[in-house]
């Protein structure tokens, strides 16, 4: 089991760029494949990056391509989510996950364990 904590969320105006970050316990974090999913008030949950156990592959939603970047480190068992060029469409909860399957996966239902969320705003 992994428990999960986000941090790096706040208010920003549009434009900039935040780097969120996900720290996992225990001593297994490096078998897992994570991920970035984000609710907006009213929207379903959503996936936004996901990074293999490794950290050689990286998937990412459409739109976040070419401005959000999701990186490991498995020495301090943490991911991360740095996020630049952000939009007020970006406003959400953003949430980290840890999936233990063979295949990075991009839905919400794949994903074993969920961290608690941390808000960003994008003011414009």
């Known amino acids: 089991q992994v428990q999960l904590v986000e941090s790096g969320g706040g208010l920003v105006q549009a434009g900039g760029s935040l780097r969120l970050s996900c720290a996992a316990s225990?001593?297994?974090?490096?078998?897992?494949?994570m991920g970035w999913f984000r609710q907006a008030p009213g929207k379903e949950r959503a996936f936004v990056a996901a990074?293999?156990?490794?950290?050689?592959?990286?998937y990412y939603a459409e739109p976040v391509k070419g401005r959000f970047t999701i990186s490991r480190d498995n020495a301090k068992n943490t991911v991360y989510l740095q996020m630049n060029s952000l939009k007020p469409e970006d406003t959400a909860v953003y949430y980290c996950?840890?999936?233990?399957?063979?295949?990075?996966?991009?839905?919400?239902?794949?994903?074993?364990?969920w961290g608690q969320g941390t808000q960003v705003t994008v003011s414009s």
């Open positions: 225990g001593r297994t974090f490096s078998r897992y494949n």
């Open positions: 996950a840890a999936d233990q399957r063979l295949t990075v996966e991009t839905g919400v239902a794949e994903y074993d364990y």
């Open positions: 990074i293999s156990w490794g950290g050689g592959r990286t």
